[in-house]
């Protein structure tokens, strides 16, 4: 079985991309953040055709996650149980469901912007709500695993100059902190292997040549439970589809389980 996750950067902008990279890729199940489009605005119609069924949770033209299968796609929870709201409403930033023998969430972590924002504090709210959700999940015999943009690089290694994150988002104490409690609610993270250079970063800016000078980061994370991890036979960073006209400014994160 073959489960990825991608950063879109809008769905609509990358549309032919994805299509073409689920039929060569042979993926199963793909975790999508930052549709930026509607749930009626979602290509359901287009991965239908390839054989996938899909699940949305998105509102408008930011945020927005979904889930593509082509080996099921059941009890469905759109959102985040218990999520905070930010001005008023829960952002479109989390979805689950059954794919197969597997259950999977997509989620999208808020950036939180800079430290003393107020985006900030709420998206350390927002990790200890999603620790409080998965937490039965996690703890049973069925694989099991968060994928998505976290925004947040768990160590100095996933970013690709630390000094010059020293008092930015991404790598504060307490959005890591965050991150390693979801880590100790059983999930460990599924560190891809790089496909070139010697750390697999994951989102590079568009700004500065940032991708050919691998000036990157790993934010893009799969948190899995202990018999998803178990199941790992690969992992890896697909950098191709970071490359050329028209590409997001993440790569998909590739994983692929013996089930």
């Known amino acids: 079985m073959r489960i990825a996750t991608w950063n879109v950067n809008s769905i609509t902008a990358r549309l032919p991309r994805l299509l073409a990279w689920l039929e060569s890729s042979g993926t199963d199940v793909l975790c999508i953040q930052e549709t930026k489009t509607t749930a009626e605005g979602f ?27 082509r080996v099921g796609l059941d009890d469905v929870t759109v959102g985040l149980p218990g999520g905070p709201e930010y001005d008023g409403v829960q952002e479109p930033r989390a979805i689950s469901a059954t794919c197969g023998p597997a259950r999977v969430w997509s989620v999208y972590v808020p950036n939180g912007r800079e430290v003393e924002h107020a985006h900030f504090a709420y998206k ?35 970013v690709w100059d630390p000094a010059l994150f020293e008092g930015a988002t991404h790598v504060t104490p307490a959005e890591r902190a965050a991150l390693a409690a979801l880590r100790d609610a059983g999930l460990s993270d599924v ?33 899995g ?33 013996d089930l």
């Open 43 to 69: 290509p359901t119609d287009e991965l239908r055709e390839l054989g996938y069924e899909s699940a949305v949770n998105a509102t408008g033209r930011w945020n927005g996650v979904a889930l593509v299968s």
């Open 191 to 223: 560190v891809p292997r790089p496909l070139k250079y010697d750390h697999p970063f994951t989102y590079w800016d568009y700004r500065q040549l940032g991708f050919p000078k691998n000036r990157g980061m790993r934010i893009d994370l799969v948190y």
């Open 124 to 158: 350390l709210q927002w990790f200890e709500a999603l620790k409080a959700a998965v937490a039965d999940d996690s703890a049973g015999a069925r694989p099991f695993a968060v994928l998505g943009d976290f925004n947040v690089a768990p160590t100095d290694e996933d």
């Open 225 to 257: 439970n202990e018999p998803f991890a178990k199941a790992v036979t690969d992992s890896y960073v697909d950098r191709e589809e970071r490359k050329g006209k028209g590409a997001s400014d993440h790569a998909p994160v590739v994983v692929d389980l």
